[in-house]
């Protein structure tokens, strides 16, 4: 058996139910809400996030996570999903007033640096990118993993959320079930990690 087929039944068999079924767009945006971003310590990005749900107020922070990329590890043999920060050190918020929030996560003693803009409110994403990260992020904040093929070096994603994102691809490694994503965050250019698996290649 080949190792794509191994890994293609794998998945299959290790991938919930509910995940499968996931596409990836399943979170809307939050009424008139824009998304801001912040900067916590690496590896930290989860308890910084709680500590911003519980400290700041509900009427200028409605959300906050720190989006999440699903990856397929082989440890001890074993093919596994595991997920991992989608950008290491940044939590996304929710706030119908960026200005407020900047000025309350400056004051929090909390190991969260807001980014700001030149009127020190929150840097937020753009529409276009708010539109984006909510398209192929499903309902718990993850981007899921996806799979496809590539015929006569044309990349085609055939499940998950990278779906019609191609274009987008800039390179794969194909060893690691990854792709490297072009794409934006508050207006700076950057590449994101992503997982995809190449079934088949001809």
Request: net charge positive; charged share 30%.
């Amino acid at each position: 058996m080949r190792e794509s087929d191994d890994v293609a039944d794998t998945m299959t068999a290790i991938l919930p139910q509910q995940h499968r079924a996931k596409r990836g767009g399943a979170f809307q945006r939050r009424s008139r809400s824009r998304c801001c971003v912040a900067l916590a310590r690496n590896g930290s990005e989860e308890a910084a996030a709680r500590a911003c749900l519980k400290l700041v107020d509900p009427s200028i922070l409605s959300a906050c996570f720190v989006p999440r990329a699903e990856f397929l590890r082989k440890r001890d043999g074993v093919w596994r999903l595991e997920l991992h920060p989608l950008f290491g050190g940044y939590l996304f918020l929710y706030s119908d007033d960026p200005a407020a929030l900047g000025k309350r996560l400056r004051s929090l003693r909390a190991s969260v640096r807001p980014i700001v803009g030149d009127d020190d409110a929150c840097a937020f994403l753009t529409d276009g990118e708010q539109q984006w990260f909510e398209e192929l992020l499903d309902e718990d904040f993850v981007l899921r993993f996806s799979r496809g093929r590539i015929v006569d070096g044309r990349t085609t994603v055939v499940e998950g959320p990278l779906r019609g994102c191609e274009s987008r691809i800039r390179k794969i490694d194909r060893h690691r079930r990854i792709a490297f994503v072009e794409t934006s965050l508050a207006r700076r250019e950057t590449t994101m990690h992503a997982g995809l698996e190449i079934t088949s290649k001809t």
